[in-house]
């Protein structure tokens, strides 16, 4: 929950509904809209949160059936209910056949059948997620793994990439034979086939510009953003607007405040508002500036053991924030039940994150993420069996990311490994979760946005330049609001070192207990890392200490040199430092993530169906 679970038939035989219960089931909770539709040859259901507004909605009609979940812009939707815009996308279907989902606009995943066929597709970056899976003749999705565990066997390399990284890489979901539905995608459902095809192609830059100037890029940009913003504000009644210390939340509150949209009400959270140069404090400097209904949430790390099992299941475990962000499902109800908030402004983008790029090792180290093979600290916490099955396999997953991407310059491969990995595998999820709650819309991923930097050099990608001249000559006001130079999450090496009730959750979880997920691990080396993380200490190897110190004092003695050698040498040496703290967390979302597994594993479809 939320989004769309169905079964196709791809013989033309019936299905059941019972086949969509079964998928349905790990998904339900309090507070939700379930609607359903069917054909015999096909179960399809909605799950969304309830809402003072559409975002979900179901049709049949002589024509075929629809669903879907999210919202779609432009003049033919607006003012439609849900079950309105379920008709609209028949009625389109009809008309456009396999070209539908290249013509909408707007943040959704949808079912449509028409005599022109059966689709299953998402927006252009992939807001909401998919996961899908053939099997027996049919093509079952829904948007979590979970809906397939009773029936899956693990994926091991997606687990090593997740130690490794911190979320998978590509479409892998931890369930061999799910994936994930990639942005921009469309499943043609046909007679015994399906058949993938892209109706989006993200593109970041153009390689080949004449170069007209910096302020002719932005002239376009800031229409697009001022654009982007206004087709999101039907439900600006119902609309929060995070803030804090960077560009991306400050420009979305500005171009609100352009619009003249009425008062906004804003809020940011964090563990104080004192800290000065901190996102919080900027974020209530910039509301009072903008004179806008504010508030601060609390983050409450005393309540990380009640909230992280939650969490874990609301993600599937695919990333680390139900440890290290714990508190946000409990944020975005605090943000709904007390502020009365059911839309949720998000600053996500892709405007061109991090320095320029020389290689594809550092294309992909910009944004975070190496081979698993690049992690050999990580690595030798493994049985050498593992080690070295997950390291070849890794090595071929990114050969074949690194042989997709279609362009040349090593800084416009950066930005696309940004949209294919780290927007989709990491902050499509983050947005996720919080739709458990409430509505989430992020204006910055506009097609019109992206359109707008695929016409410009990639230079001015680089640090976010153009976007970051854009804000500054839209708004020269807020040249004087300081961007922040810290979070205001926790100090959690602190913490862990400083309370004995987490680390004791650790212990009883990582060194106490069973798990199926200790079978890839030198338990002995685990439990040396374990207690060593515990006690504050660093769990790098000597040499890999001498390799990354070596690398960063030529970076910063030796730049020239730095810069000529960074494409070649330096991109030989081991690249992948995972934090004690952040490993610490990763062993423990991994490992709630198999106690879950194991338990709805274990459970019977009759038990899970309530039957007797």
Not at 327 to 340: A, D, P, Y
Not at 486 to 515: C, V, Y
Not at 593 to 610: K, P, V
């Amino acid at each position: 929950m939320p989004g769309i679970v169905g079964c196709i038939s791809l013989t033309g035989g019936q299905v059941s509904e019972e086949s969509l219960s079964l998928l349905v089931k790990p998904l339900e909770s309090a507070g939700q809209r379930i609607a359903k539709i069917d054909n015999n040859t096909a179960w399809i259901a909605v799950l969304a949160p309830t809402l003072g507004f559409d975002c979900l909605g179901v049709a049949k009609s002589s024509l075929g059936m629809a669903a879907f979940y999210g919202e779609f812009y432009g003049n033919d939707f607006k003012g439609l209910t849900g079950p309105e815009t379920a008709q609209l996308l028949i009625d389109l279907h009809a008309v456009h056949g396999r070209d539908l989902p290249g013509k909408l606009d707007g943040s959704f995943i949808a079912f449509v059948q028409s005599p022109k066929g059966t689709l299953v597709f998402n927006d252009h970056y992939g807001s909401r997620p998919l996961f899908y899976q053939e099997v027996n003749g049919c093509l079952r999705f829904s948007p979590e793994p979970k809906s397939f565990i009773l029936h899956g066997e693990i994926d091991w390399t997606a687990v090593g990439h997740f130690i490794c990284i911190g979320h998978l890489i590509s479409d892998q979901s931890y369930i061999k034979g799910v994936r994930a539905l990639s942005p921009g995608t469309a499943i043609e459902v046909r007679a015994n086939a399906v058949e993938l095809f892209r109706h989006y192609d993200y593109i970041p830059c153009d390689q080949a510009a004449v170069d007209h100037g910096l302020d002719y890029y932005s002239d376009a940009l800031s229409e697009a953003l001022l654009e982007a913003v206004r087709k999101r504000c039907t439900h600006i009644e119902r609309a929060i607007v995070p803030i804090s210390g960077g560009y991306d939340s400050r420009g979305i509150l500005a171009c609100l405040m352009r619009l003249n949209v009425g008062r906004l009400r804003t809020v940011s959270w964090g563990t104080d508002e004192t800290t000065p140069d901190a996102d919080a404090a900027i974020g209530r400097t910039l509301a009072e500036h903008f004179g806008t209904e504010h508030r601060f949430l609390r983050r409450e790390s005393e309540s990380f053991i009640r909230d992280i099992p939650e969490m874990v299941d609301t993600v599937d475990g695919m990333t680390t924030d139900p440890a290290v962000h714990h508190n946000e499902l409990q944020t975005m109800r605090k943000i709904r039940n007390e502020m009365g908030g059911e839309y949720l402004f998000r600053g996500d983008e892709v405007f061109g994150y991090g320095g320029e790029a020389a290689s594809d090792a550092e294309a992909l180290g910009r944004i975070g993420i190496h081979e698993a093979g690049d992690y050999p600290d990580t690595l030798r916490l493994f049985r050498p069996e593992f080690e070295r099955q997950l390291a070849m396999e890794s090595k071929e997953m990114f050969s074949k990311l690194r042989n997709e991407c279609p362009f040349s310059d090593h800084s416009a491969r950066k930005d696309t490994f940004y949209f294919t990995q780290r927007l989709c595998n990491y902050l499509n999820r983050a947005s996720y979760y919080k739709m458990r709650v409430l509505e989430v819309t992020n204006p910055w991923l506009d097609k019109s946005v992206l359109a707008v930097f695929a016409t410009a050099p990639v230079k001015y990608r680089i640090n976010k330049a153009l976007y970051r001249h854009t804000v500054s000559k839209m708004f020269p006001a807020l040249a004087k609001f300081p961007m922040a130079r810290r979070s205001s999450i926790e100090d959690w090496p602190a913490l862990i070192r400083q309370r004995k009730d987490l680390q004791e959750f650790f212990r009883d979880h990582l060194l106490a207990s069973e798990s199926m997920l200790f079978d890839i691990f030198d338990r002995a080396q685990l439990k040396r890392a374990v207690e060593v993380i515990l006690a504050g200490g660093a769990t790098k190897s000597a040499n890999a200490r001498m390799l990354h110190g070596a690398k960063e004092a030529v970076r910063q003695l030796l730049p020239g040199v730095y810069s000529s050698l960074k494409g070649k040498a330096l991109n030989y040496l081991s690249a992948g430092t995972v934090s004690p703290d952040e490993l610490l967390f990763r062993l423990l979302v991994m490992k709630l993530w198999f106690d879950r597994y194991s338990s709805l594993h274990a459970t019977s479809e009759t038990a899970l169906l309530g039957r007797s």
